[in-house]
Every structure is written in structure tokens, then in C-alpha cells.
């Protein structure tokens, strides 16, 4: 997954290199987002039939394809291409490897389990800024470097994941496989449709940081060094983990609308941070944002992956995440395209007033409807 957000501090390089717009950049990002959601509607549920392993192999071999689409970058249609091969890859990792994960791990371990595979997730996406920015402001070739150290990283992976048993007894015959949409059972609807809403206000904050912030930091708030970039996406994402720490001391029923809450003083925090020009603030915007952020996304992939039947699982679960990149992708392309208009400062603050009106909503209808669940 730190793949997936290696080239956040570097854009401005790539602008730079390439000569390209704002709007440009949130059209790359969401091409990444694109491909993660059309993967997971059309083999989300691969991995329920072919077994998790070989889908996680083959997502490894794909964000390989992408990091050498990076290293011999010059020009957009790479950059396109090793984005789209990147959202590819983490779409086939959100179901399947979140659902491995889940049954490795024994019966009465399955709370510490899910823990473990969201924070993987979000501590994955946290460390590519903070790997790609540090190599990329002290490091040789900054537009090299990161992606063969993330190769290193993928061939250890692969061989650690080839080690790994097979969770998914064969069946015979096998079904066959085919497009499934969003396959969400009957059994799992009330529980997805407020842990749905809940990921989408929170990944709409991540997306924020992963494809505008570079450009916040450098051009609203006056600081260019890439290693101050790659800590404070950092810590939006550590702040997440943290988040999902907390949730079952807080509870899934009352962990959802808290997420929320906590999420949208977290934005208001990243708004003033624009209006008065503060770095401080914005981290501080970033901490708070990341921590509701985190402790609703567990909450809700918790709610959806405990009532969610065992043969659909990986596929209920690939469902949520469609949902939620749809919300990291779209806000942030409708932030690249108000800054025509706008500026940078004027997108965001019409971006934070959005996300603050959907994540308070959110809030509300959670505390007057909280979803039923097995916990």
C-alpha cells in the first residue's frame, strides 16, 4: 500500500519536469482511484474463488509494473499508466487481503486480526510520503530512488506472501468467475449503508492530503522541503492507526458518529489552517482529521465484515471500498478543478465546507440510527 501514495511529495517535481495544472494533478490521482474502484467491481470477489493468495501475488507483480512505469517516467501517458497499475493493485489488496488476514487469524483473535489489516493498510499509505519525501529532498535522484527501494520492498514481499497458507478451500467445480458489481447481501444493508457514508467522509479527507497537500504546502503556506510534506501526510495516516487503536475501547455503535464528529473538527482545524497561513494548524488539522478518520473507518469496516456471510465476504468488503475511494477521488478532482477559478486557498476552503457539512450530517443520522451489529 505505500506504493500507492509514494508519489504524493513528488508531484511538484513532476509539474516542474512535465509543466502541468493543479487540476492535472487530481486528474492523476483519481486515474489511481479509478483503477482501484473498477477492480474491485469487476474481480472483488476473485479472491473467494481463486483463493487469496494467488490475487495477492498477482496485485504484487502489478504494483512491480507500476514502480518501473515511474522509474522510466517522461511524460504523462507513464504516469497515467503506472497510476492506473497502482489502483489496480490496491484494489485487489483492500478485499482480499483485509478478508486473509481475517481467517488466518483464530475465531477469538479476529477483533486484534481486523485491527492488524486495517492499520496495514493505513500505516502502508502513510509511510509512502514519508519514504518517497525524505529520499526525494536528501537522497540522489529523487524521481528514481523511491521506487527502487518500494521494488526491494515488493520482493520481499512477494516472497513472504508466497510463504503464506491458502485460506479458501478449493471447491469443485469451480464457479466461474465474472464481473459481480457491488455485491452487498441483503443481511449486510443496514449495517453498510452508515459504514459506507462514514468511510466516504473520511476518505475524503485522505484524499485531500494525498493529492492536494503537496501543493497547499508549498504554495499557500510557503514551504517547498519534501520531507516536511511526507511527515505531515504521515501523519494524517498515523493518526488513523492510532484512531483504530482506540475503537473497541470506544465500540463500534458510538465509534462511528464519534469518527465523524472528531473528522469534521479535524477539517474546520485545516480550514483555518488556510485562512491565517499556519503550518502548525494544518498539522495539527491533520492529527485531529486522521484520528476520526481512523477510529470510523474501523469502526465501519468492523460493522460490514462481521455480519457480512463467509462465501461474500471478501466481495462485502470490497463493496465498502468502492464506496470509500470514490469518496477519496471525486472531492479531490472537484478541488483541482475550483482552483481554476478560485486558487488553491479558495478550492480548499469550499472543499473543507463541503466535507465538514457531509461528515456532521453523517454524524447526526449515525447518533439517530446507529447501525446493529454483533458487538
Known amino acids: ?48 474463488v481463486l483463493g487469496r493468495r494467488p490475487v495477492l501475488l498477482f496485485a504484487l507483480g502489478l504494483s512491480v509494473l507500476s514502480a518501473v512505469c515511474f522509474l522510466y517516467e517522461g511524460g504523462l501517458p507513464l504516469l497515467f499508466a503506472g497510476r492506473l497499475l497502482s489502483g489496480f493493485a490496491a484494489g485487489l489488496f483492500s478485499g482480499a487481503a483485509t478478508a486473509a488476514v481475517l481467517e488466518l487469524a483464530a475465531q477469538e483473535q479476529r477483533g486484534r486480526a481486523g485491527f492488524a489489516a486495517t492499520a496495514a493498510n493505513m500505516g502502508g499509505l502513510g509511510c509512502g510520503p514519508l519514504l518517497s519525501g525524505f529520499l526525494a529532498q536528501y537522497a540522489p535522484w529523487p524521481l528514481r530512488l523511491p521506487f527502487l527501494v518500494h521494488i526491494a520492498l515488493l520482493v520481499v514481499a512477494i516472497a513472504v506472501t508466497g510463504a503464506l497458507p491458502e485460506t479458501v478451500a478449493r471447491r469443485t ?10 455485491v452487498v ?63 473497541p475501547r470506544v465500540g463500534v455503535r458510538r465509534a462511528l458518529p464519534a469518527g465523524c464528529l472528531v473528522l469534521t473538527l479535524g477539517i474546520a482545524l485545516v480550514a483555518s489552517s488556510l485562512l491565517v497561513e499556519s503550518l502548525p494548524v494544518l498539522v495539527v488539522g491533520a492529527v485531529v482529521g486522521g484520528l476520526g478518520q481512523g477510529l470510523g473507518f474501523r469502526a465501519a469496516l468492523t460493522s460490514v465484515s462481521a455480519v457480512a456471510p463467509d462465501e461474500h465476504r471478501g466481495a462485502t468488503i470490497s463493496a465498502f471500498f468502492v464506496v470509500a475511494y470514490v469518496g477519496i477521488s471525486l472531492p479531490v478532482v472537484g478541488v483541482g478543478a475550483l482552483t481554476l477559478a478560485l486558487g488553491l486557498r479558495g478550492a480548499g476552503l469550499v472543499f473543507a465546507g463541503c466535507v465538514m457539512l457531509l461528515s456532521a450530517g453523517v454524524a447526526v443520522f449515525l447518533l439517530r440510527r446507529p447501525p446493529r451489529t454483533r458487538d
Open 1 to 48: 500500500m505505500a506504493g500507492t501514495t509514494l508519489p504524493t511529495p513528488l508531484y511538484g517535481l513532476y509539474r516542474e519536469q512535465i509543466g502541468f495544472s493543479e487540476l492535472m494533478v487530481t486528474v492523476v490521482f483519481a486515474v489511481y482511484a479509478l483503477g482501484v474502484i473498477a477492480t474491485l467491481l469487476v474481480a472483488g470477489d476473485f479472491s473467494d
Open 185 to 247: 447481501p441483503e443481511q449486510t444493508r443496514e449495517a453498510f449503508a452508515p459504514a459506507g457514508l462514514a468511510a466516504f467522509a473520511g476518505f475524503s479527507l485522505l484524499g485531500l492530503f494525498t493529492a492536494v497537500s503537496p501543493s497547499f504546502v508549498a504554495q499557500t503556506l510557503g514551504d517547498r522541503n519534501l520531507a516536511v510534506t511526507g511527515v505531515i501526510v504521515f501523519s494524517v495516516f498515523c493518526s488513523s492507526t492510532a484512531g483504530q487503536l482506540l475503537m
Open 173 to 182: 467445480p469451480r464457479p466461474p468467475l465474472r464481473p459481480q458489481g457491488m
